[in-house]
């Protein structure tokens, strides 16, 4: 006769610290999927808001980018970096952020062309003419350059971010925050009022948004003689259609 028989077993009760800890479990996993799953749906990026939007689509309206207005961003940069106050449009912010990335800036509005025939096989070898070849980006997120608008006195800023999850999959999804400049410590820097990934509103969750926020930030950098003039700026501020860079000891003009 056995000494143990496999059905007089006590039946196994899981301690209340384990269900807790596994219903903890389960809400984190299940919130991380949402966010997740908001996060890649797609955004439509406009000029400006149709008449009559759809309920069921976010939109991202796209600063302006036109080189004719923007024609004196490279004596502004100079002046900026010498330690002089400018003020800038989304225009010139557009076309100096296009420039650096080596991006093609759009040109003024030219006549409409009836549209020429092309090889698909061709468009299919190679690259469209001024696209960019894509970077096989090495992080999780590997931010891409940024688009500016100014509207109702506040910064809107969009950052394609490409989204590598470990070589399985990638996409580019949107970053949009909009915000002021605010002076932490001894520096300006930009708090996002407004903070959405994809169609995920970032600013509902403070703690993740905040965490998500800080890691972008943390791999966006700007050109090292951009952020020391940035870093000895009096005051940073927007009125109307354009952003005040004031330096703190104004240099005269030459």
Partial sequence: MAL????????YEPSWAEIVLGALL???LGAFVAILYLAVQPVEC????PAEPDEKVQYFVQGKC???NARNWEAKQADFVAGRSVVVS?????VAVAALAGQPIQPAAAPAKAPQKKDPKADSAKPAEGEAAPLPPADLLTPQPANFRIVDGKLQVGLPVILNMYDLAQTTILVQATGV????????????ENFSIGTCPMHDLPKVGDLVWDQLKAKVVFPEELQGAWDKLADVK?????????????????
Avoid: C, W, Y
């Fill in 90 to 94: 989304e225009d010139e912010l557009n």
């Fill in 238 to 254: 927007i009125e109307g259609n354009a952003l005040h860079l004031i330096a703190a000891a104004p240099v005269p003009a030459q």
């Fill in 26 to 28: 389960s809400l984190i």
């Fill in 66 to 68: 036109v080189l004719e």
């Fill in 46 to 49: 406009v000029a400006e808001m």
């Fill in 181 to 192: 400049f605010q002076k932490v410590g001894e520096r300006f820097v930009f708090v996002p």
């Fill in 4 to 11: 143990f028989s496999i059905n007089s077993r006590t039946p």
